[in-house]
C-alpha cells in the first residue's frame, strides 16, 4: 500500500520547492540533505510531502518524547490510512544500575514501565516485520538502544490459514511459548480464550483480536472481533500472530547462551582471584549464578538484558540489533532538531560506558553488560541511509556532511513574519516581567517565561501563583505525560503564563504564545547561546502579536547574533509578503485536545487562520495553505474605491516600515470598509 496524504491544503511559499528539491536528492542517491526552515514554516507538512512522494519506510528522529508526541499527532492526521507508529522509551521512571567507587555507593535499577508506550513500541515492529512499505515511525533517541534480533521475531511469527491442519492444543502451547496468557474472563493484550472449538487471540498492540475456528483439526474460519465487546468487525483468510515481547529467546536459544555465560563468569572469577580481589570475585559468582537460576527456570531475570549478547549469538564487542534493523535498506530517514538530536546521538555510548565499566570493573557485572549498549556514532552513520536533517539552527556538522544539499523553508505560508526581539534591562527584571505578564492577561494572551535553571522555574512559577497569576513550570522531572498534559491545559487557556528551562526550545507548537519572555538572556553558555535564543524566540513566531522579551545587563555576542539573524530573515518575509499582497492576520482556534499515546486515539486539531490577500491574480481562486496549522486564504475584490486603494498603499507603506501594529489596524479598517460596500451592493 502507498502512502495516501489527506489534507485541506496544499503547499506554497518556500514549500514547493523544498519538496521537489528533497525528492531529487534522494531519487538521484545524495545521501544527506538539511531542510533549513524557520519556526512555524511548516516543516511537518513538507515532510509528509516528501515522504509521500517517496514511498519508503520512513523514520522519524525527536530528541525528546514531547516533541516526538507532538510530530505522532501530527503524522497521524496527514496518514490517517496509514501504519503511524509511535518507538520512544516506555519507562515512565527509570533509575539505571550504577555504581559509585568513590563513596562505595551501589545503586540497584528502578524504573517504572508505562504499558501503552510500551504497547505502541511492539505496535512499531511489529508493523515494520508485517512487511509493509506505508509505515512512518516517530522515534526518541532510544530507538538507537538495543533491542530484539528482528530475524528471532520473524522466525517466531506464528501464520495460521484458514483450511491449514493445525492442532488446537499445539496452537494453545506456542502461543503460551510467545508469553500469551490464557484466561477465561475479558480478554485483555497479550491473551487468548478457548471456548470449545473456536479461540480467541488478544494480540499485545491493539483492540482487535481474532477468533480462529476449528473443525476437527481444520481452521475453518478466521474473523476479526472487538476485545472489549466482541463485535464482528470482518473476516480474513491468514493472520499473522506476533510475540508479546520483542525479546523471545527459546529453550536451545537459553540452554546455550547459559553455557557460555558460565564460561565467561569462571574466567572473570579468576581474573579478579589473580589480581587479589577476592571481594570482587566472591560478588560476581553470586550474583550471576543467582541470575543463572532464574533464567534456567523462569526464562528471564531481573537484569537480564546485560545478557542480551548470548542470547543474541553476537560476538564480543559487535554491535547490538535496534530498531534501524527492523527497517529495509531503502529507508528513508528524518532527524529533527537535528542540532539538538545528533549531539544526544554522539553521545549516548560515552555515558553508558562510563556507568558500566564501573559495574564490571567492581564484580556487578560480567564485560558482556557492556554489550548491552546503543549504537556508537561512527555505527549509527552507517546505518541511517538516506537522511535529511530538520533544523531552525541547523549546526555545521549537517551544513558540512550535507555540503550543496542545504533545502531553505524561510516563507511562511501564513504570512507571518519573525516575532521582533528587544533586549530591557535586567535591573527589576521581575517587577518588569510582571507587567508584560499583566499585559498578555489584558489582551487574552497567553505567555512563555524561560530561566537558567530548573529550582528558578519552580520558585517564579510558585511567586506567580502566589499574586494570582494562573501559571504551571515544566521541566525534565516532570514525567512524559504530564508535560503533554501541561501543554494541552496551557493551549486550552487554563492557565496564562509557562515558566520553562529548556524543554520550552525546539518544535514545541504553541501559536496561542504572544509573548516569549527569556531571564538572564546575557548568561552565556549553552542556554542562552545564539542557537538557543533563536530556537526560544520560535515559540512567539505561530501568533500574529508575537514578540520577544529579553532581559540583559549586557549585550553579548549571542544576543547581537540571534537578534541580527531574525531581523534578516523578518526583512526576507516581509518582502516576500509585499511582493505576494500577503498581510498576516488573526488567528481563530477550535481545539479538541487528547493526549497524542494514551487511551484514546489522537484528534488532530481543528485550527482555521483567516487570511487576506491583499490582490490575487485570479479573484475567484481559493488557496488552500499549509504551514504548521490549516489555513484558508480569501481573495480580495477587483475594482474597489479609491478609498480602498489608498488603505492597500498605507499597508504596504506599514509593512515596510515594520509597523506591524498599524498594518493590522488599517487590514481591519479596510475590512468594515469591505462590509459596507458588500451591504450597498446588495
Known amino acids: ?108 535499577k528502578d524504573l517504572s514501565i508505562n504499558k501503552e508506550i510500551d504497547r505502541m513500541r ?39 490459514n484458514v483450511g491449514d491442519s493445525v492442532s488446537l492444543r499445539i496452537l494453545m502451547c506456542r502461543l503460551v ?26 494480540p499485545a ?19 476479526m472481533v472487538n476485545c472489549s465487546t466482541g463485535e464482528y468487525l470482518g473476516a480474513l483468510d491468514s493472520v499473522n500472530i506476533l510475540p508479546t515481547n520483542i525479546f523471545i529467546p527459546n529453550k536451545t536459544r537459553i540452554k546455550e547462551a547459559v553455557e557460555e555465560i558460565k564460561q565467561d563468569l569462571d574466567a572473570q572469577i579468576e581474573h579478579f582471584e589473580r589480581c587479589g580481589r577476592e571481594m570482587e570475585a566472591t560478588r560476581i559468582k553470586q550474583r550471576v549464578e543467582y541470575d543463572l537460576e532464574m533464567i534456567q527456570e523462569l526464562g528471564y531475570c531481573s537484569g537480564i538484558e546485560n545478557y542480551s549478547r548470548y542470547f543474541d549469538k553476537r560476538l564480543p564487542g559487535q554491535r547490538p540489533f535496534c530498531l534501524l534493523d527492523y527497517f529495509p535498506q531503502d529507508m528513508l530517514l528524518f532527524i529533527d532538531e537535528s542540532h539538538v538530536t545528533v549531539p544526544q546521538l554522539r553521545g549516548m555510548f560515552g555515558g553508558d560506558k562510563a556507568r558500566k565499566d564501573n559495574l564490571v570493573e567492581y564484580g556487578f557485572r560480567l564485560p558482556a553488560a557492556r554489550d548491552n549498549r546503543p549504537l556508537r556514532f561512527e555505527e549509527f552513520e552507517l546505518m541511517q541511509g538516506k537522511t535529511i536533517y530538520v533544523s531552525a539552527t541547523p549546526s555545521s556538522y549537517e551544513l558540512n556532511r550535507c555540503e550543496n544539499s542545504v533545502v531553505e523553508l524561510f516563507i511562511r505560508p501564513t504570512g507571518l513574519v519573525d516575532p521582533p526581539l528587544s ?16 499585559d498578555c492577561r489584558k489582551h487574552n494572551e497567553r505567555a512563555i517565561v524561560t530561566t537558567i535553571t530548573k529550582r528558578m522555574a519552580e520558585e517564579l512559577s510558585s511567586y506567580l501563583s502566589k499574586i494570582d497569576i494562573a501559571t504551571r513550570y515544566i ?60 530556537q526560544m524566540a520560535g515559540r512567539a513566531a505561530r501568533n500574529t502579536q508575537g514578540r520577544v522579551i529579553l532581559y540583559a545587563a549586557t549585550v553579548t555576542d549571542s544576543l547581537k547574533g540571534a537578534i541580527g539573524e531574525c531581523n534578516a530573515r523578518c526583512v526576507r518575509q516581509v518582502l516576500y509578503n509585499i511582493e505576494h499582497k500577503i498581510m498576516p492576520g488573526g488567528i481563530k482556534r477550535q481545539i479538541s485536545i487528547t493526549e497524542p499515546f494514551g487511551t484514546e486515539s489522537a484528534q488532530q486539531e481543528e485550527i482555521t487562520i483567516q487570511k487576506e490577500v491583499i490582490y490575487s491574480i485570479n479573484d475567484n481562486e481559493d488557496i488552500p495553505l499549509a504551514a504548521d496549522s490549516k489555513a484558508t486564504y480569501r481573495t480580495s475584490q477587483a475594482g474597489l474605491y479609491t478609498r480602498l486603494e489608498d488603505i492597500d498603499k498605507d499597508i504596504e507603506r506599514a509593512i515596510q516600515e515594520l509597523d506591524f501594529k498599524r498594518a493590522i489596524s488599517l487590514r481591519d479598517q479596510r475590512n468594515k470598509l469591505l462590509e459596507l460596500l458588500n451591504g450597498f451592493n446588495e
Open 1 to 108: 500500500m502507498e502512502f495516501q496524504l489527506i489534507s485541506d491544503y496544499k503547499p506554497t511559499g518556500d514549500q514547493p520547492e523544498a519538496i521537489k528539491q528533497l525528492v531529487a536528492n534522494v531519487v538521484t542517491g545524495v545521501p544527506n540533505s538539511t531542510l533549513f526552515g524557520v519556526t512555524g514554516s511548516g516543516k511537518t507538512f513538507t515532510m509528509a510531502n516528501v515522504i509521500s512522494q517517496l514511498n519508503r519506510p520512513t523514520l522519524v528522529l525527536s530528541h525528546n518524547k514531547t516533541l516526538a508526541a507532538q510530530l505522532y499527532a501530527e503524522f497521524k492526521s496527514f496518514f490517517p490510512n496509514n501504519a503511524v507508529e509511535y518507538f520512544v522509551s516506555y519507562y515512565d521512571y527509570y533509575q539505571p544500575e550504577a555504581y559509585i567507587p568513590a563513596t562505595d555507593t551501589y545503586i540497584e
Open 423 to 438: 533586549i530591557h534591562n535586567s535591573d527589576n527584571q521581575i517587577d518588569l516581567l510582571l507587567e508584560e505578564i499583566e
Open 122 to 160: 511492539l505496535s512499531a515492529t511489529h508493523a515494520l516485520l508485517s512487511g509493509r512499505r506505508d509505515v512512518i515511525v516517530v522515534a526518541s533517541v532510544s530507538c538507537i538502544y538495543g533491542i530484539g534480533n528482528p530475524q528471532d521475531s520473524a522466525n517466531n511469527t506464528i501464520t495460521l
Open 177 to 202: 511459548e510467545l508469553l500469551y496468557t490464557r484466561v477465561k474472563g475479558d480478554l485483555e493484550p497479550a491473551t487468548f480464550r478457548v471456548t470449545g472449538d473456536t479461540i480467541i487471540v488478544a
Open 475 to 534: 521541566h525534565s522531572d516532570i514525567t512524559t505525560l504530564d508535560r503533554v498534559k501541561i501543554l494541552n491545559d496551557f493551549r486550552n487557556g487554563e492557565f496564562d503564563v509557562l515558566v520553562g528551562v529548556n524543554l520550552l526550545r525546539e518544535g514545541i507548537d504553541l501559536p496561542e504564545v504572544a509573548k516569549v519572555i527569556i531571564i538572564d538572556a546575557d548568561k552565556e553558555g549553552f542556554l542562552r547561546n545564539k542557537r538557543a535564543l533563536i
Open 205 to 223: 498492540t491493539g483492540e482487535i483480536a481474532y477468533r480462529i475456528s476449528f473443525f476437527g483439526k481444520t481452521i475453518e474460519a478466521i474473523d
